[in-house]
């Protein structure tokens, strides 16, 4: 798996967005946060485009990424934020340049369909906040971010859950948002979770989709070979007026509790304030015992 280096002050980060649009004044809690930490802030040359709800049309979308790719001067590539669209523009991608310049790629939500084609490809990615959320981003959000892209040790910890199954594991860390993965089944960029661990998080989606997603990752073989799965926040779950009887915590539990996997639930990762940054794609270890979660990378560089 090939680790992008770490940046440096004075490095160039560049914003784009491979979704919904977005404006200057949204951008600008980022952009100072950023520069705070020493790195020059360059936007996609279509950035403030706008179609329909898209920041540009799939064509300019393409180009913003693809020139961040082969823009040796860029270090590091933040999404902007999520919605939908990445999808549209992966295949038209050409990753080459990564493999003489590796960078780290940013973001989370629709950019788990960049996160699992990076994969596939050898590349480790960071599942993080974007700039649409800094301003209400937690420190220890930001922070986790400022660690994963300046190669300092990234500890989370959080507490325990009534639904972990405890264990000591190390493996690559492969997924993102559920709804999204489940979309990938079947193309080039679905992720095979085989001796890895799964991390999944949603927003507003109905409890019963969330059943539907998780038999049809059983149905696709996703949990069969899994070493391990974190669940991140499931924010904001819409019920039926006759009632699905289920939490997605407990939904999920039920499709995983057949398994020897170890297991944890409700990590600070996701749709909320405290999202914390997780580099997929690089061994990490995962403790979980009967008082806490403790999830460490170590962010030296290597090939």
């Known amino acids: 798996m090939i680790i992008p280096k770490k940046l440096k002050i004075g490095d160039k980060i560049g914003i784009l967005s491979t979704a919904r649009k977005i404006t200057i004044d949204e951008l600008n809690p980022a952009i100072h946060i950023l520069e705070s930490w020493g790195l020059k802030v360059v936007f996609s040359d279509n950035l403030f485009e706008e179609n329909n709800q898209f920041s540009g049309t799939i064509k300019q979308r393409t180009a913003d990424l693809q020139n961040m790719i082969d823009d040796d001067n860029v270090k590091a590539i933040l999404c ?29 939500s629709d950019i788990t369909v960049l996160h699992s084609h990076l994969h596939n490809l050898g590349f480790a990615s960071i599942h993080a906040t974007m700039p649409i959320n800094f301003n209400t981003n937690t420190n220890q959000s930001l922070q986790s971010l400022q660690n994963c892209l300046f190669g300092k040790k990234n500890n989370i910890e959080c507490s325990s859950h009534e639904f972990n199954k405890n264990g000591d594991i190390e493996a690559e860390i492969v997924g993102g948002n559920l709804s999204i993965l489940c979309s990938l089944i079947g193309s080039e960029s679905d992720v095979n979770t085989g001796g890895k661990i799964l991390f999944i998080e949603d927003l507003d989606e109905y409890l019963y989709h969330i059943d539907r997603m998780m038999m049809t990752l059983k149905r696709n073989g996703k949990f069969e070979y899994l070493k391990g799965m974190i669940v991140g926040e499931m924010s904001d779950m819409n019920d039926n007026t006759i009632s699905f009887g289920q939490t997605a915590e407990q939904i999920i539990f039920d499709y995983t509790k057949e398994y020897n996997f170890p297991i944890c639930f409700e990590f600070p990762a996701g749709h909320l304030d405290d999202n914390r940054a997780i580099i997929f794609s690089k061994k990490t270890q995962l403790k979980i015992d009967e008082e806490k979660v403790i999830l460490s990378c170590s962010l030296s560089s290597e090939s």
């Not at 902007?80 to 973001?107: C, E, H, M």
């Open 80 to 108: 902007a934020r999520g919605g939908y669209g990445t999808v549209q523009i992966i295949d038209a991608i050409n990753f080459s340049n990564l493999k003489k310049n590796p960078k780290w790629i940013i973001g989370y």
